[in-house]
């Protein structure tokens, strides 16, 4: 499918730092180091709901990858999917008397809309769980095929990921499996279900059921794909092997991505399926837990209509680092505004202290491991500095707009 328009990035001069991220495998920071293109998948949205405050959170993260990736040389290959069908969708869909596909499509088009407001540079690729069904069969037959799926014998169709054929399943979440059988339950897996070899065992496809949409899997039979194949078969197919990084929230570090390399391992023989394993923290609000079970979730739109600067939206959502889970207040979004007026104001300065000094301190925290709070600092101090007076450098008010523009996406 489509991805949304972008915008221009402004070039600077010379080039940036090498990237290190957090891997959540590894448990500590390591360069990116990527050989050729730098490879990325980040897991899209299910779009049965507006994009809010969580999402945003983990795009303007990842679009900081791309950005940084873009500013030491790299060419970028980046690969986002849409889960366009799955049990939350025709839930919602069923709920509110709508049809699944118009759901889908309505609620996909207000993200484009959302990404390209918050100045997200689009994924090369932009890809549909619907259009991929074909690749996502291939790869679930080749797992049968191998032995490392099975059949549930109880008519349904339903075809499970075997985990004894994955030997270093665990390796990317570190969990026991005591607190696995608890996140399965949580998030879309069954281990009570009766019948499955291994309670953790994912789904790989669902036989069709009355009522529900289905395709045809050829020998698997008519039905709908799991979720975690959905995101190994895209990336194998766009990415090849491995990839250097695989983002999304810090909800996706069990089991949608151990389960996703899992399968994919098993397909390639080659490990690890990404060299980097990068997790967003979750946005509260007012210092609760954001869901939609309570009902308090900011929706990125919601702010648009309300005429809030995306800008805002962006640099309030920077002011902490990615990794904590963080939450949002009316003050964050104040102290945001603030920040993006004063920017905006010093950019407009005819002469500020150095910029070059400041774009390589900007490239210096941000290379490890996307240190915003100490880039913004930064960034806040020349502010304050050139709307003092202080400085003569008069190319230094552009490269400060360029720099926020092309490293922090935030267009002054
Ligand atoms: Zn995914």
């Given amino acids: ?8 990035v402004p070039s600077l001069p010379g080039s940036g730092e090498p990237l290190a991220l957090y891997d959540s ?3 500590a920071v390591h360069p990116s180091s990527p050989s050729g293109p730098a490879t990325m998948y980040v897991c899209g949205i299910t779009p049965y709901d507006a994009t809010h405050l969580g999402h945003a959170a983990t795009m303007i993260t990842f679009d900081l990858v791309q950005r940084i990736w873009r500013d030491n040389g790299h060419e970028v290959r980046y690969v986002q999917n849409v889960t ?4 939350p969708l025709l839930e919602r869909a069923q709920r509110d008397g709508e049809d699944w596909v118009v759901l889908a499509m309505r609620e996909t088009a207000l993200f484009r809309e959302d ?15 619907v259009e991929s069904i074909p690749a996502i069969v291939g790869k679930v037959c080749a797992l049968f095929d191998d032995g490392a799926a099975y059949r549930l014998e109880d008519g349904t169709g339903d075809v499970y990921f075997d985990l004894a054929a994955a030997p270093r399943f665990g390796y990317e979440s570190n969990l026991t499996r005591e607190q696995m059988l608890v996140l399965s339950a949580e998030r879309g897996g069954d281990p009570d279900r009766p019948g499955k070899r291994d309670p953790l065992d994912p789904l790989l496809w669902r036989g069709a059921r009355e009522g529900e949409p289905a395709w045809a899997g050829g020998p698997l039979g008519p039905g709908r794909p799991g979720w975690h194949i959905e995101c190994a078969a895209i990336a194998l197919d766009l990415l090849g092997n491995s ?6 929230g810090n909800d996706l570090i069990f089991p949608h991505h151990e389960c996703s390399a899992a399968h994919a391992e098993r397909l390639t023989g080659e490990s690890p399926f990404a060299r980097h394993y990068v997790h967003a923290g979750m946005i509260g609000l007012n210092g609760e837990k954001m869901s939609k079970s309570k009902g308090n979730l900011v929706f990125v739109s919601r702010l648009r209509a309300d005429r809030v600067d995306p800008m805002a939206v962006r640099l309030g959502l920077l002011a902490d680092h990615y990794r904590s889970d963080r939450t949002w207040t009316d003050d964050v979004l104040k102290t945001a505004q603030q920040r993006l007026a004063r920017w905006r104001e ?6 500020g202290p150095s910029g070059a000094e400041l774009l390589t301190g900007v490239r210096s925290r941000l290379a490890d491991d996307l240190d915003t709070p100490g880039a913004l600092a930064l960034l806040d101090a020349w502010a304050d500095d050139t709307l003092a007076g202080t400085g003569a450098d008069p190319a230094a008010p552009a490269l400060f707009a360029n720099t926020a523009d092309a490293l922090l996406g935030t267009k002054l």
Avoid: K, N
């Fill in 115 to 129: 990404m390209e407001a918050l100045r997200i540079i689009p994924p090369a690729h932009y890809v549909g769980a």
């Fill in 346 to 351: 010093a950019a407009a300065a005819t002469a």
């Fill in 25 to 27: 495998a590894r448990g």
């Fill in 1 to 8: 499918m489509d991805a949304w328009t972008g915008h221009q």
């Fill in 84 to 87: 366009d069908i799955d049990d």
């Fill in 243 to 248: 990839m250097d990084v695989q983002g999304g």
